[in-house]
Structures are given as C-alpha cells and as structure tokens.
C-alpha cells in the first residue's frame, strides 16, 4: 500500500511538470501524513524534487546553460503556500505586471495580497511577501484574471497604450481571452475596456 500511495505521489509530481511547487497538503487525499511525508523525504534524498523552504518543494526545472536547476517559480511557490495554508492571494500590481513579462526589472520582492496573516519567505535572493488586505478582485474564477486587473490598476487609465494592449495580448491564446473577458465583466470600467480592447480578434498583421 505503501508503494502504490508513492507511485500516486510521483505521478502527480511528473503530471504538473517541472517547475511545480507544492506542500504534502497537494497529496493529503492519497494517504496518512507520516507515509506522504516519508515519501517526499525519499524523493528529496534522490534528487527527484528540491526543498524550496519549509514544508514546500518543487519539481526543478534544469538549464543547459547552467547545468543544473534554475531558481524556483516564485509564482509557484506561493500558491503552494496559499492551498497549503487554505489562503486566497492575488499578486500586487508590480508583481503582476512581472509576472505577465510586462517589466524588464528582475524584482528583488515579490509581493502577494492575501486574505491570511502578513508574511515574509527568503527564496535567494527573493523576498517572497504576503500582505494581509481586503482582495477585491478575489470574485474572478480566472487566476489570469486577478493577474490581469491587477496590472491594468498598476499602469493607470492614462498609461495604457496600444503597445501594452499589443504586448498583453501576446500572453494569452485567444480562447483565455475570451474567458477572461466573461469573467471581469465586474471590473471597473476602464479596466473593463482595456479588457474588451485585449481580447478582441486580432487582424491579419497580428
């Protein structure tokens, strides 16, 4: 039994691909703490996955360039924490705008709004922060949703050019933007706007 809940384990780990971070709460439906534990341990001590902080790891991602694993997904890493410790988060406008490939800064802080206490992690050279506040934008299904909003307020109505309608819209396939557009139909109205602008059909030049 216990080799079968292991193998579970590890094919959850393979199923999410490299990159994924994750606590012993993703894998709580497959068996008793102390063997899902035990279990992740092992792989650790293999070298399959990698301790991030306490009680997250992830599956690492490797560069040729480097010859070994690069630095973990920080996006990863707190949602990781979010369901391990049953929190609701939403990226800061800064982190946001990062996250969408918007801003050409490597940022030594990441910063998450969250419905949970204030927090701080050290991931390297990282900050990796969560703000207790009211998250307004926590109604949207679409985690793309939050992220988007969030970085539209960040630019301002007045900031928000063709380019950066252009550039956004390369982020996402046309089917996302489609269903993010139904789902922030409850954002403030330019935002909306821009939004609408976004998910619109492209033309024949792109």
Same mark, same amino acid.
Request: charged share 25%.
């Given at each position: 039994?216990?080799?079968?809940?292991?193998?579970?384990? %590890?094919?959850?780990?393979?199923?999410?691909?490299?990159?994924w971070a994750f606590s012993q709460a993703d894998f709580a439906d497959?068996?008793?703490?102390?063997?899902? @534990?035990?279990?992740?341990?092992?792989?650790?001590?293999?070298?399959?996955?990698?301790?991030?902080?306490?009680?997250?790891?992830?599956?690492?991602?490797?560069?040729? !360039?480097?010859?070994?694993?690069?630095?973990?997904?920080? @996006?990863?890493?707190?949602? !990781?924490?979010?369901?391990?410790? #049953?929190?609701?988060?939403?990226?800061?406008?800064?982190?946001?705008?990062?996250?969408?490939? %918007?801003?050409?800064?490597?940022?030594?802080?990441?910063?998450?709004?969250?419905?949970?206490?204030?927090?701080?992690?050290?991931?390297?050279?990282?900050?990796?922060?969560?703000?207790?506040?009211?998250?307004?934008?926590?109604?949207?299904?679409?985690?793309?949703?939050?992220?988007?909003?969030?970085?539209?307020?960040?630019?301002?109505?007045?900031?928000?050019?063709?380019?950066?309608? !252009?550039?956004?819209?390369?982020?996402?396939?046309?089917?996302?933007?489609?269903?993010?557009?139904?789902?922030?139909?409850?954002?403030?109205?330019?935002?909306?706007?821009?939004?609408?602008?976004? !998910?619109?059909?492209? @033309?024949?030049? #792109?």
């Amino acid at each position: 039994m216990k080799q079968v809940i292991e193998q579970k384990i %590890l094919s959850r780990i393979y199923g999410n691909g490299r990159g994924w971070a994750f606590s012993q709460a993703d894998f709580a439906d497959l068996g008793p703490r102390p063997t899902i @534990d035990s279990a992740l341990h092992r792989r650790e001590s293999e070298g399959v996955i990698r301790r991030v902080i306490r009680g997250i790891y992830d599956y690492p991602r490797h560069s040729r !360039a480097l010859h070994g694993p690069v630095s973990p997904d920080i @996006d990863q890493v707190a949602h !990781a924490l979010a369901r391990k410790f #049953g929190w609701r988060i939403q990226p800061d406008g800064a982190t946001a705008q990062n996250l969408l490939g %918007l801003s050409t800064q490597v940022p030594a802080r990441a910063v998450y709004l969250s419905d949970g206490p204030d927090r701080s992690y050290a991931l390297g050279k990282t900050s990796l922060s969560f703000e207790h506040t009211v998250l307004k934008e926590a109604g949207f299904k679409l985690s793309e949703s939050r992220l988007l909003v969030q970085a539209l307020k960040t630019y301002g109505e007045d900031r928000i050019t063709p380019r950066i309608i !252009a550039a956004i819209r390369k982020k996402f396939t046309p089917t996302l933007r489609q269903r993010m557009l139904l789902d922030t139909k409850t954002a403030t109205g330019w935002v909306y706007a821009a939004i609408q602008e976004i !998910a619109r059909k492209e @033309d024949v030049n #792109g």
